[in-house]
């Protein structure tokens, strides 16, 4: 009597086999489909931020934030206090946590080897002695390495702009008045006919995070609360929508982004992300070095009050160099913290050739009297930086720098000793004593730096080669390369 097969049996009574592999076979093809669909999700929800609710975000971000910290306790980092010699690591590093396409990679890759070139050219320049018609005034460091570095910023640089961020605080700023010059950037670099912009963030050597620091207070600080909270929390939130839609945040922990604020707050609302406030490039008016602005990584950017949106009328056109100056020194402003205060208790209405005023008459200007001066005094307020220090360079006035722990602007390409003088605290008592001795020969030598280092200082609209635009972008591109001219 013959027996029936089984479907799977091959005659040889390996049917539990053959049943066995086909259910394994079904098995794995039901779990690389689930694995392929969670994936899925994931990259949904992390590229489409707007379209996920609250909670998705939520738990990526925080699975971010596991990865980040791993990274630092890795190292043996604290997440607020990352030494300086970690900083050129983080820039150098080729960490990404978010896998990347090889042809990403190929970009990276030639990204780093045209900064290569441009390290290694500006070196061979640097090592020259340099024409000396190429150091008008003396006002550069080393002429050669600065302008090698600018023809190589001009030639490669590619700035990504993130078009995140509501319009109100973000993509605008202030293009008057004191905090100028926060949005003038903003507006060139959004706006402005420039070549650096590019809309391909692969092809980037760094990230702009455009958000307005002096906007955040105008809108989200409650006035007296002395609550700077809500300014890091912006700051934090920005953040994460960056690092959670975009890949490029994660991969240097922010060390190729930037940000840029004239508002003195500014440095508290980086505080908002540890990695940003340590890692990324800060570009701050409060360039205090006692206060966590590290010039290694960091740019100081120059103040300029802008009136109605322009340079006094006065300072545009300086008088020639032959017309006389009767004050030695001249000074007028507020009673904002000890620098001043020092200042105005040895010098305040005690000498009529060195004037220091807390309140300007009403029959004088300050313009008018920084033209018929030879030095103007630029002492700290509350914060390190002062717009007359730029009013000073526009008038041809030599400025005096009265500063605890201010990092000069530009001071990695500039000079400042061929067109300020520069005096400390502890000297304000023989202040008048120290400019007196300045001979005329050194003092026109000063006059003639400030002529030359103007252009550098300039707002134009449209910007222009060397201008302050410009310069901002130099000193961010020598942190990008990582380099000291």
Same mark, same amino acid.
């Not at 982004?257 to 008016?285: E, Q």
């Given at each position: ?7 799977? +049996? ?39 931020? *707007? ?57 990276? +890759? ?275 930086? *002062? ?99």
């Amino acid at each position: 009597m013959m027996t029936k097969k089984s479907s799977g +049996d091959d005659g040889n009574g390996n049917g539990g086999v053959y049943g066995y592999l086909g259910v394994l076979c079904c098995v794995l093809i039901v779990s690389v489909i689930a694995v392929v669909s969670i994936r899925f999700s994931i990259s949904r929800s992390t590229f489409r931020y *707007s379209s996920v609710d609250s909670a998705s975000v939520y738990s990526i971000v925080e699975l971010q934030k596991k990865v980040i910290a791993a990274a630092v306790a890795n190292q043996n980092i604290p997440s607020r206090a990352i030494a300086a010699s970690d900083v050129s690591v983080y820039r150098n590093s080729s960490f990404s946590p978010i896998p990347r396409k090889s042809t990403v990679v190929r970009k990276d +890759d030639k990204i780093e080897e045209g900064l290569a070139r441009a390290r290694a050219a500006i070196r061979k320049v640097a090592a020259g002695v340099g024409n000396l018609s190429m150091n008008p005034g003396g006002i550069y460091r080393n002429p050669g390495a600065f302008y090698q570095s600018y023809k190589e910023m001009e030639r490669r640089f590619k700035v990504y702009i993130y078009e995140d961020g509501d319009f109100i605080m973000v993509h605008n700023g202030p293009c008057k008045d004191i905090y100028a010059s926060e949005g003038r950037f903003i507006s060139e670099m959004e706006h402005g006919n420039n070549k650096f912009r590019t809309s391909d963030p692969h092809s980037a050597h760094v990230y702009f995070m455009p958000f307005s620091v002096t906007w955040m207070v105008k809108f989200l600080y409650v006035p007296l609360s002395y609550n700077l909270t809500p300014l890091k929390e912006f700051v934090s939130d920005y953040v994460r929508l960056i690092s959670t839609k975009y890949p490029f945040w994660n991969r240097t922990h922010g060390a190729d982004h930037f940000m840029l604020s004239c508002h003195d707050w500014a440095p508290v609302a980086s505080k908002g992300n540890d990695f940003l406030y340590n890692t990324s490039i800060r570009v701050l008016c409060n360039a205090n070095s006692s206060e966590g602005f590290n010039a290694q990584k960091d740019v100081s950017l120059p103040e300029i009050y802008l009136y109605n949106g322009v340079v006094s009328p006065k300072l545009q056109s300086p008088p020639p160099t032959n017309i006389s100056r009767p004050y030695l020194g001249f000074f007028a402003g507020g009673l904002h913290g000890h620098v001043r205060k020092t200042l105005f208790d040895h010098w305040k209405g005690n000498d009529s050739d060195l004037r220091v005023y807390e309140y300007l008459p009403k029959d004088m200007d300050y313009p008018s009297e920084m033209l018929r001066s030879k030095f103007c005094l630029c002492p700290s307020g509350y914060e390190v930086a *002062s717009p007359r220090v730029v009013e000073a360079i526009y008038a041809e006035c030599v400025p005096v720098m009265l500063s605890d722990h201010y990092v000069f602007p530009f001071s990695d390409v500039l000079n400042w000793d061929a067109f300020s003088v520069q005096v400390n605290i502890t000297d304000i008592p023989r202040l008048k004593e120290i400019l007196v001795a300045v001979p005329e020969d050194k003092y026109m030598k000063l006059k003639e730096g400030l002529r030359a280092v103007r252009k550098h200082f300039e707002l134009n609209r449209p910007a222009l080669r060397f201008d302050m635009f410009h310069m901002i972008l130099h000193s961010i591109w020598l942190r990008r390369l990582n380099l000291r001219l």
